[in-house]
């Protein structure tokens, strides 16, 4: 207690030091004292993107999905080879993230890519329509959200169902769905996801519910007024989402309007149906956020910042979400922008293990890479 008392004060006088030496906002470097290790990697492949393809967890067993591509090196775009087919894959970690084991399942689709159909791979099976309602608490469930579609898991990931058409009463141009959902009851579930505007560009989030176990889906509210038409990059997309003991829902969401690009924070008290502005955590993240609640009740942020020097970061906050502390670098030694795309969650032991797809001057190739770190000490 003495020492985690100690470290905290000594946050505090780093943070207010920064403070004075004219810093937009208080950091601490943490790099040196993360684990840092490669979840998977491959020779001549490009790995990107664990943001669109979900991460679940039971305990130290932590399976998170991710695009595998050939590789080909770029300055200007993602270091991927778009002529050729792509698939989404898994990597599964049974102690805690410390090692990981790949898994292609014959039932995970290929990718869809947001406002870029040239891209999109030949679906190899049409979504169907759900037929039976779904346990969202069964044992070893989860479900992925892409698309127009999504997958079910009764075994924790092993094997998939689907794809099944995700329809949204209410919501009639649905965007690319990324994983966001919360379970509230055995027939009732909470997701987040974003449709295309009323200029038909990306984007706008909203949240929606079932309490039919999925077979259909209502629009709650919106999650933000409709970003700026007819303004290039306008929109409020990707969020990452927690409830709080209370009932109280905060999410963080990927803002970018046409340059400035930025991470918010809202906050619903009454079940989702009204949302407010809580924060601005970061005001120049180019990449989506990831927002967990720890055992101890903190909100922890994880995102990259792709801005030289590259790096991957996380703020943690103790009101749930309206302020938060300083700035901690995870690690800065990436060798380019394309990198990113966080998700992160928190062990038993209360480490917390963030993935992103990554590339160092070591190991060029992106490639996901998982970082250990302990926000107990802070």
Known sequence: MKNTMIRRLLAGILGT??????????????SAKTEKLVAFQEPGKFCGWPANEGIWSWGDEILVGFELRDYLKSSKTHSADYSKPGRCVLARSLDGGRSWK?????????????????????????????????DFRAPGFAMKLRGTMFYTSADRGRNWDGPFRLEIAGVDRLLMSRTDYIVEGPHSCMIFTSALKSDGKSGRSLAARTDDGGLSWKLVAWLTGEPELGVKNSFSIMSST?????????????????????IDIRRSEDGGRTWDKAATPSEMAWNPPSLIRLADGRLC????????????RARLSRDGGRSWGPVLILRQDAASWDMGYVRSVQRPDGKVVTLCYYTTAELEPQHIAATIWNPEEL
């Open 17 to 30: 030091a920064a403070l004075a030496a004219g810093a937009a906002e208080p950091v601490i470097d943490l």
């Open 242 to 262: 927690v409830k709080l003991p209370d009932g109280t829902f905060v999410t963080a969401l990927r803002e970018r309007r046409n340059k400035k690009k930025w």
């Open 301 to 312: 942020l994880t995102y990259c910042d792709r801005r030289k020097p590259y790096s991957l």
């Open 102 to 134: 790949l898994e292609t399942p014959e039932t995970f689709n290929r990718p869809e890519y947001i406002g870029d159909a040239s891209r999109n791979d030949r679906q190899e099976r049409p979504p169907r329509k759900l037929a039976e309602p779904l």
